[in-house]
Structures are given as C-alpha cells and as structure tokens.
C-alpha cells in the first residue's frame, strides 16, 4: 500500500500570514481563511502546512536528533530514563486570565511558558543533553503559539470563540520527542538486552499494528519531523514524509507531502466535536518504506487539548461523522465497480478503528471521551502514560 498510495501535496501557508490572519486588527486574506477551512473542514484531508516559522529550523536540527540518542541509550543509562516516548507538559502561565484580556496583536503574549516534566527531560546532566529541555520547551512555544492562532482564526470562521477558549482554559499542551526505529536500530536494541515490556501486549493491538491508523483525541496536532540515516539527517528518499491519511471524503489512502522545514497542522477529534463536524479528524498512520532499511524518523509533536473537565455535546453533530459505518457501506456499495480495492480498504478501516458513537457519549468529559479512546484503541484501563 505504501509504495501505491497517491501523492496528498498538503496546502502551505507563511507563518506571516497566519499572524496577519489571526489579527482581529489586520486586514485578512479571505482567499487563504477560505483554502485554511476548505482544508480543515469536512470534505478536506484536515491538516496542512504552516512554512518559514523563524528559528525553528535551527531549533529542529537540533533537537530532533535527541530523540534518536534517547532511544538508543545504553541499558545502564536506560535503567533510570523512561525515554521510549519522551514527553513534556508545557503550560499557559497566564491562562483563564488571558480569555478575558483578550489581545488583538496576537497571541505570543498568551505563551508565557511554564513547563512539568512528564519523563525525565531535566535528569540529563551529559553535554549532549545540556539545552535538551530548553530546546524543548522553545519548540514546544513555537508549535503552541502556530495552534492558538490557528484557533482563532477557525473561531472566526465558525463563529464564537470555542476553540480557542478550550485551549487557554486547559493552561497546557502536551509535547512529546519521538523516535521511529529503523530496522538497524531495532537490530541495536535487540543485541543490547531484551525489552521487559515489550512482550506484554494486548491481543488486539497485533490486528490493529497492521494498518496502526489513529485518531488522537486532543484538539489539534502540530508536528516537525525529518528523516534519519546511518545517524545523518536526510531528505525523504521520495520526498514524502512517510505519514499517511485516510481521506474519509474520497475514500482513500494518501501518501502526505510538504515542503522541507514545515510544521504540518492536524485537526483532533476534540476540534472535530467543538467545531460540530465544520473541522474534520482524519485517520493517520506513519510508514517506513520497506526499501530503506537504515531509514528512521524523529518527530517532535505539539498535541493542544481541552481541559480534561471539558464537556462534549453531540447535538447539532453530523451524525454520518458520528456513526460513519452506513454512510461509508452506502458509498461502497454505490461505487463498488468502481474501485473494489478501495472499498474492500474502507470495510477494513472500519474493522480495526472503533467509529465515534462507540466512544463518545452526550455529556461525556474530554478525560471520559480520552480515557474511552484510548481502551478502545489499545486496550487496558485506558489511562494514558505520562511517560
């Protein structure tokens, strides 16, 4: 499916632009807000691609890397370092109070950066991982600030200020530093000493590994990633970043592409909900090319969520978004000579990602709608590590 998969060139727009668009005061592109909802909305693949952020591409380089030498810490060094998926809570220090003040010129003064450790970011004393955490926490800033004035500006297309209210009122943002392994990596960790928790895995999660497709729940995601070989950073061998989406509109599987040095936006499924189905979550996976064998991949990711006591309605909500099984049956059987393959891919999907009426319920909390997702998902109690 990988190497098949149709190319998605993902919309950009200037990181300039987006604070131009995000100011009440300034005078704004009607054509860019438009192609920013036509592509967030419910016939678009809901993410794009924000480009020339300054400083983040210096910053990228080198933090990204980090995630790499995390991973393969000696087994001593591990022994005292959670770092399989490296995490930090970054918080609005001004929070509540910020909805109230309501700035017009923008929204970095709501981003006075407190941070809590969820890993061990501050445990790292060798030189390598000297400016690790404020490293961190800069990125993080940045990637928050591309969020908030993203919100605003769907805010404004919507109507009323919902998702940007949900994001102050939660104080805080998730940021997590992830590696994928390559397959000489795996070969590294394998000879350096077995994974304790490795083998203890939910018997559902093997099915659902095959496609490992996902929707995350928080409001939207915000990613940096590049590529990685023989432990040099490297373009895309295809020049795609390897992340893939289903695009529920046209019932299909896309490759993603964007420009090197971008930050790609994703809608969750909180945004999804608040938004009544006027944004639109899109399933996800990421996938190693089988050829490139030494190819790994470091990402860092923003994910910007409700408070956890926020309460979800699902009145006014699309129900073919909520109960999307008959909607899409109906599609596959109308279409069915169409493109067989692609219907039998749709029926798949639907076997492995549990629809949105099985897991949010009307009143439920953000943290009862996240807890539920993630059991469906993945099993257990649904409690999320914090590790």
């Known amino acids: 499916m990988e190497e098949g998969c149709e190319i998605l060139q993902l919309y950009e727009i200037p990181y ?43 910053l990228r380089r080198k933090l990204l890397p980090l995630a790499r030498k995390l991973a393969l810490l000696s087994p001593d060094d591990r022994k005292h370092r959670n770092v ?11 929070g509540m109070e ?39 926490k800069a990125l993080g800033l940045c990637m928050m600030e591309i969020g908030l004035c993203l919100a605003r500006i769907c805010d404004r297309a919507i109507g009323g200020n919902e998702l940007e209210q949900s994001l102050l009122e939660s104080c805080a943002a998730k940021g997590r530093l992830i590696h994928y392994h390559s397959m ?33 729940a928080n409001l939207d995601t915000i990613k940096s990633e590049f590529s990685n070989s023989s432990d040099q950073e490297c373009g895309s061998p295809s020049g795609h970043s390897y992340l893939q989406v289903f695009h529920p509109n046209k019932n299909k599987v896309f490759m993603v592409k964007a420009s ?17 189905g006027k944004l639109r979550s899109t399933l996800h996976c990421v996938r190693r090319p089988a050829r490139f064998k030494n190819l790994s991949r470091e990402t860092f990711v923003v994910f910007l969520q409700p408070a ?51 897991r949010l319920k009307d009143g439920m909390t953000f943290a009862e709608f996240s807890r539920e ?10 409690l999320q590590s914090n590790k």
């Open 16 to 58: 300039s632009d987006l604070l131009l668009l995000s100011s009440s005061s300034a005078s704004c592109s009607h054509y860019q807000e438009r192609m920013i909802m036509k592509n967030l909305g419910p016939t678009g693949p809901g993410l794009f691609a924000i480009t020339n952020v300054p400083d983040a591409s210096l």
């Open 373 to 382: 997702t993630t059991k469906q998902y993945y099993g257990g109690s649904g």
């Open 308 to 358: 956890w006591s926020k309460t979800f309605s699902i009145s006014d909500y699309p129900m073919e978004h909520y109960n999307p099984s008959v909607h899409h049956l109906e599609q596959a059987e109308e279409h069915y000579f169409a493109d067989q393959d692609q219907n039998a891919l749709t029926q798949e999907i639907q076997k492995i990602v549990p629809p949105l009426s099985a």
């Open 260 to 276: 090197p040095e971008s930050f790609i936006v994703q809608v969750g499924e909180s945004a999804d909900i608040l938004s009544k």
């Open 184 to 216: 000489v990596d795996s070969l590294v960790l394998r000879e350096a000493g077995p994974n304790k928790g490795s083998s203890k895995r939910n018997p559902n999660n093997h099915a659902r590994s095959k496609e490992n497709l996902m929707k995350g």
């Open 84 to 94: 399989s998926s490296f995490a930090m809570q970054l918080k609005y220090a001004q």
């Open 98 to 136: 910020a909805i109230e003040s309501k700035p017009s010129d923008g929204v970095g003064s709501l981003l006075n950066l407190e941070n809590e450790t969820m890993g061990s970011i501050g445990d790292f004393e060798d030189d390598v991982f000297d400016n690790l955490e404020n490293m961190f």
